[in-house]
């Protein structure tokens, strides 16, 4: 988690890549010191990346959590921390750090002259069905896009498969209803502070984490895995760079 959050940023803030003339500075101090503090705070046991699904923070553990979150890792995050933990984003030169992606928008034709067809088409998308699927359907339009509001009578009560009342929130299940209230606040707050992603390239990060593995498990030093690391990227950028 480490590792991704600052090499993340130092690729967008032009630290690490020098976005205007296409230059890697992978082999630099600042890359170093991402190594250096990565395995000092970021891994655990191995220092593979086959981390928990929530890893443990704190004392024993990561220095943070990088991960996309939802409601439902939300309120696990907040069973096991309480208020011990809070969202930070990812560091920037300015502006917010949490970013949320979307893979794609509903849209319709500019010369559409049927407009009760794209009425009832946004009407269909943003109705309860699909908007707020009910605890075991198998429709909904892959993720809401309404905004979030805390209220208790978006929490509704079922049966689970022992037949005992359990109540959900849009389809997941509440640990307890004080945590999922607690929750909820703290997702809606965290909705309300998101800019759009930066893209990164994926093949950069693959670069880097093939090549990483060497110095987190003790087989290349942070040197030269840093000189490794610059030279591939820098021929990734001079195969694909274009100014911005």
């Not at 950069?204 to 987190?216: H, Q, V």
Request: with cysteine.
């Amino acid at each position: 988690a480490t590792m991704r959050f600052l090499t993340d940023w130092g690729i967008q803030c032009s630290q690490l890549i020098d976005w205007e003339t296409g230059e890697s500075h992978f082999e630099g101090e600042m890359f170093l010191k991402i190594l250096e503090l990565s395995k000092k705070y970021g891994y655990y046991g191995d220092h593979t990346h086959a981390e928990p699904e929530i890893p443990p923070l704190g004392k024993g553990g990561s220095l943070l959590l990088y991960a996309g979150i939802d409601f439902e890792t939300i309120q696990e995050l907040q069973e096991r921390y309480g208020e011990d933990y809070c969202y930070i984003g990812i560091p920037t030169n300015g502006g917010i750090g949490n970013y949320v992606s979307c893979e794609g928008v509903l849209v319709v034709n500019g010369n559409l002259t049927d407009t009760d067809a794209a009425k009832a088409f946004f009407k269909c998308m943003l109705c309860d069905e699909l908007q707020y699927p009910a605890k075991g359907t198998m429709y909904n339009c892959g993720a809401s896009i309404l905004k979030v509001e805390v209220s208790s009578e978006d929490i509704r009560p079922h049966l689970n498969y022992r037949d005992e009342t359990v109540y959900s929130w849009r389809g997941t299940d509440l640990i307890s209803t004080e945590i999922g209230m607690i929750s909820l606040e703290k997702y809606s707050k965290l909705l309300e502070s998101c800019v759009p992603a930066p893209e990164i390239p994926e093949r950069l990060l693959e670069i880097i984490y093939e090549e990483d593995e060497a110095y987190f498990s003790g087989d290349r030093s942070a040197e030269d895995t840093a000189r490794i690391i610059d030279n591939r990227v820098q021929t990734y950028l001079d195969e694909t760079f274009l100014p911005e």
